[in-house]
Structure formats: structure tokens, C-alpha cells
């Protein structure tokens, strides 16, 4: 009698533990787990597909490790592609649960504007550097973040002298 009583409490563990599993345990046998998207890398690219930032399993891309933007102008368009562990690029998630998010090191300095999906802007606002932190949102966290990427924001521009100027008339 005492084994099946020991036996039923610790199957009865088992299934709350699957039960009250976290979203963030790949290794959960729940149905009903979220669909976790796990990236290796990241590349980013401009409008005219020139890489500007690179990096893989960790390793910053040397040729593409900062970006840059002048205080009081937008950048250029920046689209994210994902890397997978072949370091083949794939799209990110197409679906609600999932979005781009970013932590800003000091906002002083640099704003971001997000386009929607997986595209953004830099936004200028001081002359420094600091940092920038972009994420897959899943939820209430990040199934993937990048590591800090450096971001330095350049001598003030009067908006008619920045390298890039959003059309405003575009229908």
C-alpha cells in the first residue's frame, strides 16, 4: 500500500511538473508548449543588401561589428535575416506570438523606429556610443537576443544634410 501511495504521489509530480512547465522548457513533454524560434545568428542588411552587422554562435562578423548613424537623422532601413545552425539564412516568424524588441544601452543617444515585422531604423539623438540589444520576443521573453552590438551615433546633422531623408510625400 505505501508504494502505490509513493508511486501516485510521484506520478502525480510528473504531470504537474509537464503541466506548470515554463514555455522556456524545450525539453517539456506538454502539447501545448508555444512554438519556440531558436536562431544561431543574425545578419542585418541595408536597403541595398550590403551586410551591416554580422554574427554567428556569438562571433561578431569583424568586417560588420558596430553600426553607425549621425545624431538627428534616421538610418537607412535595417532588415533582419536569421541564420540557423548551417548558417543558412531563414526568415523570422511570421506569426502574433512572436516580435522584434531591443534594449537601447542609453537612450540618450539612440532611439530605434520599427517598421514592423522583423525591419527597424536607427534614430540619431546624440553624439556617443552605446549599445543595442535586439530580440525575439516570445510572449513575456526573448526566445533569441543578439549580443551587444556597438552603435555610434555621429556628429549632428541638420535633417536636410543626413545621408538618408524618409520621403514624406510617399502615398
Aim: hydrophobic share 35%.
Amino acid at each position: 500500500m505505501k508504494f502505490i501511495k509513493t508511486l501516485s504521489f510521484a506520478f502525480l509530480g510528473i504531470i504537474l511538473s509537464v503541466f506548470f512547465a515554463a514555455c522556456g522548457d524545450s525539453n517539456s513533454a506538454s502539447t501545448d508548449q508555444h512554438e519556440h524560434f531558436e536562431v544561431e545568428g543574425w545578419n542585418l542588411y541595408w536597403p541595398d543588401y550590403s551586410l551591416a552587422y554580422s554574427v554567428y554562435r556569438g562571433k561578431v562578423d569583424e568586417g560588420h561589428k558596430e553600426l553607425h548613424v549621425n545624431a538627428n537623422c534616421l538610418s537607412e532601413h535595417l532588415n533582419i535575416k536569421f541564420l540557423d545552425s548551417d548558417k543558412k539564412e531563414v526568415s523570422g516568424p511570421k506569426d502574433d506570438e512572436h516580435s522584434l524588441g531591443w534594449t537601447v544601452g542609453d537612450e540618450k543617444i539612440l532611439d530605434i523606429e520599427w517598421e514592423g515585422g522583423w525591419g527597424f531604423h536607427l534614430k540619431g539623438v546624440k553624439e556617443g556610443m552605446t549599445t543595442l540589444i535586439l530580440k525575439v520576443n516570445h510572449h513575456d521573453h526573448a526566445d533569441a537576443r543578439t549580443p551587444e552590438i556597438k552603435v555610434i551615433v555621429d556628429k549632428v546633422l541638420n535633417a536636410e544634410e543626413c545621408p538618408f531623408q524618409e520621403d514624406e510625400d510617399e502615398d
